[in-house]
C-alpha cells in the first residue's frame, strides 16, 4: 500500500497510474468553460523568457560568493542585493506599501548541542548525533534538559474527531517523552485489502496530520517534554539524510513574544533502526506495535524506557527578509487585487565545520525558482497592456526552516488576502528538458488547475494529478502557507514524459539527482541541464496568472476541499480589512 517507489517530494511524486489519472484529466478538461489567454497580446513577453536568462540567474544565485544563501548570513544580503536590483531593473515597483523591496521577517536562528540517550532493560542505549538522531529546541532559551522521561509509544500521534480517531486515548503525557510514527496511518479498505480506506486520512493522500509540523504541534498541545518521530524513508518521502543535514546545523523560527515556551522541550527524529533497538531492548515487537496503530482502537503503549536529553543551544536573533515587487494593475476598480507569484530564495548556507567544500549552493533547489520568479517579472514588465489586476512577485525566505519566510506574510500579508485572487509557486525547475504533460501536486483543490489544463493545451501538453500524494508534497512547499489562510494556490510541475526520450528518462534523471544532489553540497549548476522545459513551464505560470489577473470571477476552492471554509469566509469579510489571522488546521 505505502510500499511506492521513492521519489522525491520536491517532483511531486510522479509515477503514472494511467487509467485513473485518465478519467481525472477528462473532468478537468469538461470544467474549463472560459476562453484561454490571448497568445498574440502576451506573445512578445513570453519571447522574454529563454533559457540564456535561467542560467545565468541561477549561476548567480548559486555562486559560492553567495554562500548557500543561507538566511541571516552575508549570502542572504547578496541575495537580497541582486533580487532588488534586478526588480528595479524591470521597472517594476516596490512591493511593500512602505516603498521598499523588503518584507521584514522577525527570526530567531538556534544552533543545538544535544546529547541524548535510553535506558531500557537495564541497559543504556547511547545515541550518536547525527547519525542515529536529530534533536532541536525551538524554545528560545540557551539550555533544555530532559531527564529519565518516561517513554510512551502513542503510534501516529494523532488526534482527529472527524474520522474518530485519537492515538492519545486521554493518556497524560505531560512531562513524558512520546514517540510515534511518521505519515498517515495506512488504514485499509474495507472491501480490498490491497488498497487504503478513502474515507479515512484521504486514503493514499497524505492530510495534515500526517506530517511532522503537525505531530510535534499536538504534542505541545498535550504537554509533552520531548516528542520523538521514528523516520522510515518510505512513509516520509525522503531518506533520512534530508532530515540529519537540514536539522544539525542552524535552524530557524518566526519570533514570538513567549519565546516558544509552548512548544515540546525537544523535538527529535531518530532513525528506524535506532527505534527498533529501543523497542527490542524494552521487550516490545516494533513491527507488531506498528500495524497495530494504524487501527482505529490502538492505545498507548507505555515502553518501560526513559529518555535523556541535554540541549545547548546558541541562540540570535535574524531579520530576515522576503523580498517583494508589484507590477500595478492596468484597471482602477481592480488594481488593488492581486495575483501572487511565489519562489523560495534561501537554501542551506554553509557548514564551516565540514573540509574542502563547505557551501550548500542549492543551484536547483532553488535557485532556479527564483530565477524563474525573475523571468516571470521581466516578462510581465514587457507587456504593452499591462493585466487589470496587479501581479506580486515575492521571493521568500527561510523555506528550508519550515515555510517561515511565506508564513510569516501569509500571517502578515502586505495586502489583503482576501483580495488576494491566487499563489502560483515555483520550487525546483525542470532542468531535463521539454515534458508532454504537467504534473499538479495537490490535484482537485481548486479551478486553478481548470485553468492550468486550457493554457496546456496551448503548447499541446495535458495535466495528471500526483500518483503519490502519500508523499504529502502540498504540504512541503511556500503554496501551502497561502492554502492554510484560504487563498487558491496552484503548485504545478513538469511530468515525467520527456519529449523524445526513453519512457524512463526522467524517472531515472529524478532519482539520481535525489540520491546525488538533493540537499548535498553537489547540487551545483550543470552543464547536463536541459532548460528548454522550464521555459515551457514558465510560459504556462505566465499564461495562468495573466488569465486570473483579468477574469471576472475569482478563482474557487473545489467542494470537498480542507481549504474551501477558510476561502469562503474570508470573502465575506470586509474588503478593506487585511485578514492577519492565522487559521491551523
Avoid at 516494533?286 to 496503530?293: E, H, S, V, Y
Avoid at 520550487?427 to 495537490?442: H, K, S
Avoid at 514558465?538 to 483579468?550: C, M, T
Wanted: net charge neutral.
Amino acid at each position: 500500500m505505502r510500499n511506492a517507489i521513492i521519489i522525491s517530494l520536491l517532483f511531486g511524486s510522479i509515477a503514472f497510474s494511467c487509467n485513473e489519472n485518465s478519467r481525472q484529466v477528462a473532468e478537468t478538461e469538461k470544467a474549463v468553460t472560459t476562453p484561454a489567454a490571448d497568445t498574440t497580446s502576451i506573445s512578445p513577453a513570453l519571447q522574454t523568457i529563454n533559457t540564456t536568462d535561467i542560467l545565468n540567474h541561477t549561476k548567480v544565485l548559486a555562486s559560492d560568493a553567495f554562500e548557500g544563501r543561507g538566511p541571516g548570513t552575508a549570502g542572504e544580503d547578496s541575495t537580497v542585493n541582486y533580487l532588488t536590483r534586478q526588480f528595479k531593473k524591470y521597472g517594476l515597483q516596490p512591493g511593500n506599501p512602505d516603498g521598499t523591496f523588503v518584507q521584514e521577517v522577525p527570526m530567531f536562528g538556534f544552533t543545538a548541542q544535544p546529547t541524548a540517550s535510553f535506558t531500557a532493560g537495564g541497559k543504556t542505549i547511547n545515541l550518536n548525533f547525527p547519525s542515529d538522531y536529530v534533536a532541536v529546541s525551538r524554545r528560545f532559551v540557551p539550555t533544555i534538559n530532559v531527564n529519565n522521561s518516561d517513554m510512551v509509544f502513542v503510534g501516529y500521534g494523532i488526534v482527529a474527531p472527524e474520522y474518530g480517531w485519537d492515538d492519545y486515548k486521554g493518556l497524560d503525557v505531560k512531562g513524558k517523552t512520546i514517540v510515534m510514527l511518521i505519515n498517515d496511518p495506512p488504514v485499509p479498505s474495507r472491501t480490498d485489502a490491497t488498497k487504503l480506506d478513502s474515507t479515512i486520512f484521504g486514503g493514499k493522500a497524505m492530510t495534515y496530520y500526517g506530517r511532522w509540523t503537525y505531530k510535534y504541534e499536538i504534542a505541545a498541545e498535550k504537554g509533552a517534554a520531548a516528542a520523538i518521530i521514528i523516520h522510515e524513508t518510505d512513509p516520509a518521502g525522503y531518506p533520512y539524510e534530508v532530515v540529519s543535514g537540514s536539522w544539525s546545523r542552524e535552524n530557524f523560527d518566526v519570533s514570538n513574544p513567549n519565546k516558544n515556551m509552548d512548544k515540546a522541550a525537544v523535538e527529535a527524529w531518530i532513525t528506524n533502526e535506532k527505534a527498533k533497538q529501543l523497542f527490542t531492548a524494552s521487550g516490545k515487537n516494533f513491527d507488531q506495535l506498528k500495524a497495530a496503530a494504524a487501527k482505529k482502537d490502538f492505545r498507548p503503549v507505555t515502553l518501560g524506557a526513559k529518555a535523556n536529553f541535554a540541549i545547548k543551544n546558541t541562540l540570535r536573533e535574524v531579520k530576515s527578509k522576503n523580498v517583494v515587487a508589484r507590477l500595478e494593475g492596468a484597471d482602477a476598480s481592480l488594481k488593488d487585487e492581486f495575483i501572487v507569484y511565489t519562489a523560495h530564495w534561501d537554501h542551506l548556507g554553509k557548514d564551516p565545520k565540514l573540509k574542502g567544500d563547505q557551501i550548500y549552493n542549492g543551484a536547483l533547489d532553488n535557485a532556479t525558482g527564483t530565477a524563474g520568479l525573475l523571468e516571470l517579472a521581466e516578462a510581465y514588465s514587457k507587456l504593452k497592456q499591462k493585466p487589470k489586476r496587479s501581479i506580486l512577485f515575492l521571493a521568500v525566505t527561510a523555506e528550508e526552516k519550515g515555510l517561515l519566510g511565506s508564513k510569516y506574510y501569509a500571517t502578515n500579508p502586505l495586502y489583503p488576502l482576501n483580495k488576494t485572487l491566487a499563489n502560483i509557486n515555483m520550487d525546483v525547475l525542470n532542468a531535463y528538458g521539454p515534458t508532454e504533460d504537467v504534473i499538479v501536486i495537490g490535484h482537485g483543490n481548486s479551478d486553478l488547475e481548470d485553468i492550468l489544463a486550457e493554457e496546456a493545451k496551448t503548447q499541446n501538453r495535458y495535466i495528471y494529478p500526483e500518483t503519490n500524494p502519500e508523499k504529502g508534497s502540498y504540504y512541503r512547499s511556500d503554496h501551502f502557507e497561502f492554502a492554510k489562510q484560504g487563498v487558491p494556490a496552484l503548485y504545478a510541475k513538469s511530468g515525467v514524459k520527456a519529449k523524445n526520450q526513453p519512457a524512463d528518462f526522467v524517472q531515472k534523471w529524478q532519482d539520481k539527482y535525489t540520491a546525488e544532489d538533493y540537499h548535498k553540497l553537489t547540487d551545483e549548476v550543470s552543464t547536463d541541464w536541459n532548460l528548454n522545459g522550464a521555459v515551457e513551464d514558465l510560459q504556462l505560470f505566465f499564461r495562468v496568472g495573466y488569465r486570473v489577473a483579468n477574469t471576472s470571477k475569482f478563482p474557487e476552492w473545489k467542494e470537498g476541499s480542507e481549504f474551501k471554509a477558510r476561502r469562503d469566509k474570508m470573502l465575506l469579510q470586509t474588503k478593506d480589512t487585511p485578514n492577519t489571522t492565522e487559521v491551523e488546521i
